[in-house]
T-cell receptor, first 113, second 115 residues
Framework: AQTVTQSQPEMSVQEAETVTLSCTYDTSESDYYLFWYKQPPSRQMILVIRQEAYKQQNATENRFSVNFQKAAKSFSLKISDSQLGDAAMYFCALIQGAQKLVFGQGTRLTINP | DGGITQSPKYLFRKEGQNVTLSCEQNLNHDAMYWYRQDPGQGLRLIYYSQIVNDFQKGDIAEGYSVSREKKESFPLTVTSAQKNPTAFYLC??????????????FGSGTRLTVV
């Protein structure tokens, strides 16, 4: 069975600084996809970024980028130029095969003005 | 606008009672999911359905039941057998095969509290 682990329950960063959220996962499959979701106080889940396991190039979406290390089964999220609106719970997730998303425990990110 | 509607937003239940959480979508998605969210544990899959009149247990199905009589609707019943039902419940939907695109749409959730 696949698992996703986020070892940082909480992180904080100064506004305009850069922060990296960690995620490790375990799967026996070679074909899978990884995601970072954001959950603001409204509790609505928002897709931040997506990475295909077969692609070596790290995904980037504006200020959000990932460091995907397939051999190490690591998938960290880097947020550059942090903004107050980035404050939220961030979930790392994995999907394979039967299309069921498996989530990590989440990291609560606080942005200090 | 297309989306997923979960109701009610807040729900209180007495111990020993069954309660049903509503999830309706107008996205024409075939697949629907129920997740439970607890602090420090992320989201855990309760049940999912890939097509009408069919559904499968997720990782924590004990004490829950679902039905999928219509494509648009996937209600979740929390039964008295669920030992610790107080949690935040999220419903999601997707087009089968697009989950890898991140194509899950989530509702805004229901907060269930046992009193």
């Amino acid at each position: 069975a696949q698992t996703v682990t986020q070892s940082q329950p909480e992180m904080s960063v100064q506004e305009a600084e850069t922060v990296t959220l960690s995620c490790t996962y375990d799967t026996s499959e070679s074909d899978y996809y990884l995601f970072w979701y954001k959950q603001p106080p409204s509790r609505q889940m928002i897709l931040v970024i997506r990475q295909e396991a077969y692609k070596q190039q790290n995904a980037t979406e504006n200020r959000f980028s990932v460091n995907f290390q397939k051999a190490a089964k690591s998938f960290s999220l880097k947020i550059s130029d942090s903004q107050l609106g980035d404050a939220a719970m961030y979930f790392c997730a994995l999907i394979q095969g039967a299309q069921k998303l498996v989530f990590g425990q989440g990291t609560r990110l606080t942005i200090n003005p | 606008d297309g989306g997923i509607t979960q109701s009610p937003k807040y729900l209180f239940r007495k111990e020993g009672q069954n309660v049903t959480l509503s999830c309706e979508q107008n996205l024409n998605h075939d697949a629907m999911y129920w997740y439970r969210q607890d602090p420090g544990q992320g989201l855990r899959l309760i049940y999912y359905s890939q097509i009408v009149n069919d559904f499968q247990k997720g990782d924590i199905a004990e004490g829950y039941s679902v039905s999928r009589e219509k494509k648009e609707s996937f209600p979740l019943t929390v039964t008295s057998a669920q030992k610790n039902p107080t949690a935040f419940y999220l419903c999601a939907s997707s087009i089968p095969g697009t989950g890898t695109l991140g194509g899950y749409t989530f509702g805004s959730g229901t907060r269930l509290t046992v009193v």
